[in-house]
């Protein structure tokens, strides 16, 4: 005897067999019990769902001598001649290839004949949605008012080609994809009763690969019985449907965090050596970053559809992770997904984009950069002496402070719980000697190169000019504007480095070394000559507004 595929096999055979359509069969035998059978249905859904096997269903309870409350009893002739697709009073017509207006002229004339062995006479249209328009037309005064004994069963995967006058001449049943745990836990009884040891990583493979369809998880099994035979391991698994290992997801995502572009590289050579289609290689690194966003979130491991051990490592890996980081990286992914698709060198734009993400900084909020410009400019605000306010906002007193700032009095600065005593004139050059930084210039930018390469790039091409304060002026040649612009725009990230290196907290102010191009210097430094009372009071001004914050910190201007 032949031998019979697993999807086949194990096809239902009643209501009860259908796993994942519980609102499908639930209304169906209800329908039956209560005798409320419509004249058509239309089933909708993806692929393997089992929308056919439903029409065969309902067509075998109709016509079943035995059926009790729509479950048949698969022993009669009717019975065994529908599962067999040979029942003359049951037709089975593919809309594919009879999608013509004759075709269903021809169905009018059969319809109007009684059935022959059997109660009613059914049309099982698969595929509906591929008539045409011509052919819909014709069906519709049929499908609305048929013979007594004339029953439709429509099936598409398509719903939105079928005209809507057709849909509302029938009861529509959306089919869901099958879930992830109901497909494994049907393939744990198929290849129990068929003999098959398998372990579970190979069923959560499998039930992964099949996206929600029953009959592509059945076809994948059989295939992987063919290849492994009676003992099936994840590696026989892994070879026939082109698994990626899940540390390579790992050593991808950790690359990421960790701006390890020797890693990253050892990354892409796997995933190029691999020969699997690029598209199917960014689904698995969005699923890849989802576990990770869900592992972030308390009490959730349950949605995490893995064995004991890689949960413990996603767990482990999602605390070296902001959760807006991963969010920004997956939409990054899904954006990919779809171009590999059309794009015409999809390894370049694939090793493009995960260079990409390695130069992607770590999520800050809109609100937390203006909480922490408020905090500093208040913090600013508290530590200077009361009295030196009254004297400032004092006309009479207003040329004792200058006096103050003219013989390089001590002004005291009140900090909450203690008092530091600093001059006002020279204040950086008494903490950081200009020539210092010029020395120290190299290993700075060696420092930025190792940990921001495209900063240390531009920095490369520049000197340091003048220090004025505690703002560094640094001449850019080599580059054009929009390198020097971009060193601005980083400025927050720059002076984060500063800090780490030389101990100290400095501005920077990047210029083109072209002629003309140092008035920013002065524009830059004129709040610097600036008496100290405009200076209070201009600060006082700017920082007490949002739009002030805002443009600040993204080195933005208003449009008038």
């Not at 990354?267 to 869900?294: F, Y």
């Not at 091409?461 to 850019?476: A, D, F, M, Q, R």
């Amino acid at each position: 005897m032949a031998y019979t595929v697993l999807s086949l096999k194990w096809r239902p055979q009643i209501f009860g067999d259908l796993v994942g359509q519980n609102h499908v069969t639930k209304t169906l035998l209800n329908a039956f019990k209560k005798d409320r059978v419509a004249q058509g249905y239309i089933l909708t859904g993806p692929r393997g769902v089992g929308k056919t096997t439903t029409a065969r269903i309902i067509a075998k309870a109709l016509n079943c001598p035995n059926s009790n409350d729509g479950i048949p009893c698969n022993n009669c002739n009717n019975c065994q001649e529908i599962t067999d697709g040979r029942n003359l009073d049951v037709i089975e017509i593919d809309g594919a290839s009879n999608r013509g207006i004759e075709e269903i002229r021809n169905i009018r004339e059969q319809i109007k004949y009684t059935p022959m062995n059997a109660p009613y006479k059914i049309f099982i249209i698969d595929e509906v949605h591929m008539l045409t328009n011509q052919a819909f037309n014709a069906l519709l005064r049929t499908l609305e008012e048929p013979p007594l004994h004339g029953k439709f069963i429509l099936a598409t995967t398509d719903i939105h080609k079928v005209p809507s006058t057709i849909i509302s001449r029938c009861q529509r049943f959306d089919f869901n994809r099958i879930t992830e745990a109901i497909i494994r836990e049907k393939l744990k009884v198929i290849i129990k009763d068929e003999k098959i040891s398998v372990d579970d990583d190979s069923i959560n493979a499998i039930a992964r690969k099949s996206d929600g369809s029953m009959r592509d998880a059945l076809s994948l099994m059989d295939q992987v019985i063919a290849y492994a035979g009676d003992s099936i391991k994840i590696e026989d698994v892994s070879t026939i449907i082109g698994l990626i290992p899940l540390d390579v997801y790992f050593d991808y995502s950790n690359a990421i965090i960790e701006k390890n572009y020797s890693k990253m590289i050892s990354v892409l050579e796997t995933i190029k050596t691999t020969g699997l289609p690029l598209e199917d290689v960014a689904s698995g690194l969005s699923n890849h970053i989802r576990n990770l966003i869900i592992a972030s979130v308390e009490n959730s491991e349950n949605l995490l559809e893995l064995n004991d051990e890689h949960k413990k490592q996603y767990l482990s890996n999602t605390q070296n992770w902001n959760g807006k980081d991963l969010l920004r990286i997956v939409s990054i992914l899904n954006d990919l997904e779809y171009k590999l698709k059309k794009i015409s060198q999809p390894l370049i734009y694939f090793e493009m984009t995960s260079m990409k993400l390695m130069e992607m900084d770590s999520s800050v909020s809109i609100s937390d950069l203006l909480s922490n410009t408020s905090s500093n400019t208040s913090k600013k605000k508290s530590n200077i002496n009361p009295k030196i306010k009254n004297e400032v906002s004092t006309d009479d007193n207003a040329s004792n402070v200058s006096n103050v700032s003219s013989k390089n009095k001590n002004i005291i600065i009140e900090d909450k719980d203690k008092e530091v005593s600093i001059k006002e004139k020279n204040i950086v050059e008494k903490n950081i000697e200009f020539d210092k930084i010029k020395n120290e210039w190299n290993n700075f930018i060696l420092m930025i190169s190792k940990r921001r390469p495209s900063i240390g790039t531009a920095l490369e091409h520049g000197i340091p000019t003048t220090l004025i304060g505690n703002k560094l002026t640094v001449e850019i040649s080599g580059l054009p504007e929009f390198s020097v612009g971009n060193l601005n725009r980083n400025s927050q990230v720059i002076e984060e480095f500063f800090n780490d290196y030389y101990n100290y907290n400095l501005k920077i102010n990047a210029i083109m070394s072209e002629s003309g191009e140092k008035s920013s210097i002065s524009e830059k430094s004129t709040n610097d000559n600036i008496p100290i009372e405009n200076q209070l009071k201009s600060n006082e001004t700017i920082e007490d507004g949002v739009v002030s914050r805002v443009i600040e910190v993204f080195d933005g201007e208003i449009l008038r």
